[in-house]
């Protein structure tokens, strides 16, 4: 048993400077490479965090403002609606005017027109009625005079 021990020692004392060149490599390697590998590691997922973040934002930036276009176009087409909405009613408004005056004048037409006939009518009755009684005597006289002949 002291052999061995003697033995695990040896090899031990052998293993030290392996040991040792182990240390120093892990700490090298730890300082050399690991740190500035983790260092930018941590940089590239905050600039990729960033990027995200601002990519979002942007996003949201980009939602706000269709909304905003769209409450714009909203609006605009509601105006227009309006607008039309007046025009016809204008236009309505004007058309019954035009109907209104074309049957008023239609009226006063119409009355003119059988006033003119009454006054037509009655100047007929009297010009019948005086040419009548010359009619009858011209028509008594022809047939008086036909008999005696």
Not at 32 to 41: A, E, I, N
Not at 63 to 90: N, P, S, T
């Amino acid at each position: 048993m002291e052999q061995t021990l003697q033995s695990l020692a040896g090899i031990l004392l052998k293993a030290i400077p392996t040991i040792c060149l182990l240390l120093f490599l892990y700490f090298y390697f730890k300082l050399m490479l690991f740190g500035p590998l983790t260092k930018v590691l941590k940089q590239r997922d905050a600039l990729t965090a960033g990027t995200k973040n601002a990519a979002e934002e942007s996003l949201r930036s980009a939602e706000r403002k269709v909304e905003e276009y769209e409450a714009q176009m909203r609006d605009a087409r509601a105006e227009v609606y309006r607008e039309q909405e007046e025009l016809r009613r204008g236009w309505l408004a004007e058309q019954t005017a035009q109907v209104v005056e074309a049957r008023e004048s239609t009226a006063a037409s119409t009355a003119r027109a059988r006033e003119q006939m009454a006054v037509e009518m009655a100047a007929a009755r009297q010009t019948l009625t005086e040419s009548s009684g010359a009619l009858a005597d011209q028509i008594a006289t022809a047939l008086l005079t036909r008999r005696a002949r």
